[in-house]
C-alpha cells in the first residue's frame, strides 16, 4: 500500500526545480515520497516499500530475489545480489507511478 498523506504539503521536484503540492487523495511519486520526512505527514496506518535492506541483516540474495519476484521482474538465474538491485532500481525508475 502506498503513502497517504494527513494534509497538503509542498515538496520541491529534484527534477524540474518546481514546487509540487500533494494532498490526502493523491497518488505520491517515489522521489516525493521519499523528499517528505516528516512521519506526521503520512496516516499511521500506511506500509512503506518492503523493500529489503541494500546491507547488514535481511539483505542477502534470497530477499533480494523474492522482492524482484513480488515486484514481476524477471531474475537470471545466475545474478548475483547487486545484480538483483540493478535490475530493482531499473525497473523502478521505469515503472508509470501512482
Given amino acids: 500500500m502506498a503513502k497517504k498523506l494527513t494534509s497538503y ?3 520541491p521536484n529534484p527534477d524540474t526545480g518546481r514546487t509540487e503540492v500533494f ?6 511519486p517515489r522521489w516525493a515520497s521519499e ?3 516528516n512521519p506526521k505527514a503520512f496516516t ?3 506500509v512503506e516499500d ?3 535492506p541494500r546491507s547488514g541483516k535481511g539483505s542477502g540474495k534470497g530477499a533480494w530475489a523474492d522482492y524482484a519476484e513480488e515486484l514481476g521482474v524477471a531474475v ?3 545474478a548475483s545480489k547487486e545484480d538483483i538491485i540493478a535490475l530493482v532500481d531499473s525497473f523502478k525508475a521505469t515503472a508509470p507511478q501512482g
Avoid at 494532498?23 to 505520491?28: F, K, S
Fill in 23 to 28: 494532498g490526502p487523495d493523491d497518488d505520491l
Fill in 44 to 46: 499511521g496506518d500506511d
Fill in 9 to 11: 504539503v509542498h515538496v
Fill in 50 to 52: 518492503d523493500e529489503p
Fill in 35 to 37: 523528499a517528505i520526512t
Fill in 76 to 78: 537470471p538465474a545466475d
